[in-house]
């Protein structure tokens, strides 16, 4: 093995880095061999961390073991296995970097993929979207989706919740923070994020999050009912129950087109978006004074926003049933905005 800064030009350099990892790769080495090869071609600490174990793998170039500590700052690249992000590598060089750094560190990522696949193999959370449409899905036969479901690691006797998400967050993050420590697995389907869990805490759903959780026992069903619940979430509810809906539920049959002649509906959909916060917090509260302090608003300004509000509607908030019916038409209004595809 020749030390990187032995290496002539840029080009040849990098055509030896990486048949230095062909190399290793043939000799099917496990992970602690290639820090420690990387580390001594290097000539500073090289690391590797697997997200999911909690494991981490650090050399010095001399050979030995660096310990467990990650590093406070390194030069650090991805481990990406089914377009999955499972851990990491880096370098901990004290000097400036050097030419061949950003090969080097590509390489051990692409080595150490390899070989999470070869020994693990890793647990990943993404899965195959084809896999589980068909776990999901309400025409396949109950035959098919039981392999499809055991392909995906759920044992027959494992029962499986079914949670659809709309989030900028990645699915795989998504998926580890609800359920870290059993079966999950997560993919897109139909535009919406789809993930399968042997439970699900509620209380960890990362920040931004919008998330609707079925609760049948059949997957086909908890599917159905997780993107009726998704359809119910809003900025200050993001995650929803199914079974919490109760007779709410019934609004997500209401044909769009029934929903939109509705009056009440039509007068929700020409407030303007002061008019609109104003009114669903107050739906929320019931109280002039709460909702007040939420809009950070004195409540003198609340109340005349919400007699505004009354006469757009076209009947007053405290009257009795006046505040459920708006409610009911807000409700319906928000749903319009989210009519769901075929769920097949």
């Given at each position: 093995?020749?030390?990187?800064?032995?290496?002539?030009?840029?080009?040849?350099?990098a055509?030896?880095?990486v048949?230095?990892?062909d190399?290793?790769?043939r000799?099917?080495?496990?992970?602690?061999?290639?820090?420690?090869a990387?580390?001594?071609?290097?000539?500073?600490?090289?690391?590797i961390?697997?997200?999911?174990?909690?494991?981490?793998?650090?050399f010095?170039?001399?050979?030995?073991?660096?310990?467990a500590?990650a590093?406070?700052s390194?030069?650090?690249v991805?481990i990406?296995?089914d377009?999955?992000?499972?851990?990491?590598?880096?370098l901990?060089?004290?000097g400036?970097?050097r030419?061949?750094?950003?090969?080097?560190?590509?390489?051990?990522?692409?080595?150490a993929?390899?070989?999470?696949e070869?020994?693990?193999?890793?647990r990943?959370?993404?899965?195959?979207?084809?896999?589980?449409?068909?776990?999901i899905?309400?025409?396949?036969?109950e035959?098919?989706?039981?392999?499809?479901?055991?392909?995906?690691?759920?044992a027959?006797?494992?029962?499986?919740?079914?949670?659809?998400?709309?989030?900028?967050?990645?699915?795989?993050?998504?998926?580890?923070?609800?359920?870290?420590?059993?079966?999950?697995?997560?993919?897109?389907?139909?535009?919406?994020g789809?993930?399968?869990?042997?439970?699900?805490d509620?209380?960890?759903?990362?920040?931004?999050?919008?998330?609707?959780?079925?609760?049948?026992?059949?997957?086909?069903?908890g599917?159905?009912?997780?993107?009726?619940?998704?359809?119910?979430t809003?900025?200050?509810?993001?995650?929803?129950?199914?079974?919490?809906?109760?007779?709410?539920?019934?609004?997500?049959r209401?044909p769009?087109?029934a929903?939109?002649?509705?009056?009440?509906?039509a007068?929700i959909?020409?407030?303007?978006?002061?008019?609109?916060?104003?009114l669903?917090?107050?739906?929320?509260?019931?109280?002039l004074?709460?909702?007040?302090?939420?809009?950070?608003?004195?409540?003198?300004?609340?109340?005349?926003?919400?007699?505004?509000?009354?006469?757009a509607?076209?009947?007053?908030?405290?009257?009795?049933?006046?505040?459920?019916?708006?409610?009911?038409?807000?409700?319906?209004?928000?749903?319009?905005?989210?009519?769901?595809?075929?769920?097949?």
């Amino acid at each position: 093995m020749e030390r990187l800064s032995q290496l002539d030009s840029q080009a040849e350099g990098a055509l030896r880095v990486v048949m230095f990892y062909d190399t290793l790769m043939r000799r099917r080495v496990d992970l602690p061999a290639l820090a420690r090869a990387s580390a001594g071609l290097a000539e500073c600490v090289a690391g590797i961390r697997l997200h999911g174990a909690g494991r981490v793998v650090r050399f010095a170039p001399d050979g030995r073991a660096a310990g467990a500590a990650a590093p406070v700052s390194a030069a650090t690249v991805p481990i990406v296995l089914d377009e999955e992000e499972i851990g990491a590598v880096w370098l901990e060089r004290t000097g400036t970097a050097r030419q061949l750094d950003d090969v080097l560190l590509d390489r051990l990522a692409i080595a150490a993929a390899a070989v999470v696949e070869r020994y693990g193999p890793a647990r990943t959370t993404m899965a195959d979207p084809a896999l589980v449409e068909l776990a999901i899905g309400a025409g396949g036969d109950e035959a098919g989706r039981a392999r499809a479901l055991r392909l995906l690691g759920f044992a027959a006797e494992l029962p499986v919740r079914v949670v659809a998400v709309r989030s900028a967050v990645p699915l795989d993050r998504v998926g580890a923070a609800i359920c870290p420590a059993r079966p999950v697995k997560a993919a897109p389907v139909a535009g919406v994020g789809v993930v399968l869990a042997a439970a699900v805490d509620l209380d960890a759903f990362p920040a931004g999050v919008r998330a609707g959780l079925g609760e049948a026992d059949r997957p086909d069903h908890g599917w159905r009912q997780a993107r009726t619940a998704l359809r119910f979430t809003t900025a200050r509810r993001p995650v929803v129950r199914y079974g919490a809906l109760g007779g709410l539920a019934l609004l997500a049959r209401i044909p769009a087109d029934a929903a939109r002649d509705n009056p009440d509906v039509a007068a929700i959909a020409r407030l303007g978006a002061g008019e609109l916060e104003t009114l669903d917090i107050y739906c929320a509260t019931g109280s002039l004074r709460r909702a007040a302090e939420l809009l950070h608003l004195h409540h003198s300004s609340v109340a005349r926003r919400l007699e505004q509000v009354s006469k757009a509607l076209g009947f007053e908030l405290t009257e009795p049933g006046g505040l459920v019916r708006a409610e009911l038409a807000l409700t319906m209004w928000r749903l319009l905005d989210d009519i769901p595809p075929d769920l097949g």
